[in-house]
């Protein structure tokens, strides 16, 4: 009966001519804590290089146990049919330069295939086009650091799947800036600063008291056109300047108290003038930094490797 099943399985695979591969999980074990992995699958009929991939150093658990995807969300992996698959084919495991594993592809596929659907789940899931937040200070296992660079300096297939995001000929430069929620502008959008200065409309309606200076010290002329006094004795001349005398003794002139009268003596005008005044704001114009408090760390894209 189990070879019944075996049979049935290998047929479905030869006849599935459109059929892509599904990453497959792959685990090794190791006494070390790390282990720099690469991958290369190779048909051994040829033989000839069918697929490779560098998945950089990776972590062993508590067990000893390094367990990694191949293939996820790869374009030359998501190329190769799965009629290609076949028992000369093997999946090889380097690690730091040196072959430290081989597995039978097919092996692999079908031990999967016999546990719920056949995909392998990623541990941590990621998609093209996600970002996160590290302090690794290069790229590493498909995450790209966004540092402005040239599109041009990625891998082949990094390259394509970041075009598809719509990435120009650039990567965003994300060195000193933060991420927003896209609003009305497209996405990849910039603007914003890290400083403001404060113009006169920003600042509030108030009222401001100050001192006027002074004009400076000027004059009035006044202009006389001569008058007359009455007394209670007959006076001899009148006019400006004019000596009264009394007329009733012939002596020398005596002054006697006069009336109240108008004189028509007028005050000269100066002229119009103005005065100045300064109200001092206190201010020198200093920019204003906007920047909230913050721990550097730096900004990835995942684009695969």
Known sequence: MKKFFLLIALALLAISTASAL???RVAIATSAATANIDIAIVDYSGPTTIYSESLGVLNANSSGIISFL??????TWAGISSTTINTNVLLNVTVGGSLYAQYR???IVFA???VGSGAATPFSPVTFGDLKYGFQTTDHNGWV???GRLKATLTASQQTIATTLGIGANLPNATDNVLKQKGTTAVLGTGGANSSTIAQTNLPNVNFSGTAASAG????GITDPGHDHETGQEIVASGAGA???NTNDGNAPTTFPTETATTGITIVSDGAH??????SSGGSGTVLTVENAYIDANAFIYLGP
């Open 105 to 107: 592809l097919d092996n």
């Open 274 to 279: 103005t005065h100045s005044v300064t109200v």
């Open 22 to 24: 599904e990453p497959v």
């Open 145 to 147: 650091r966004l540092d």
């Open 243 to 245: 000596v009264v005398a």
């Open 112 to 114: 999967q295939a016999s």
């Open 70 to 75: 191949v293939g996820y969300e790869n374009l």
């Open 217 to 220: 010290a000027h004059t009035h």
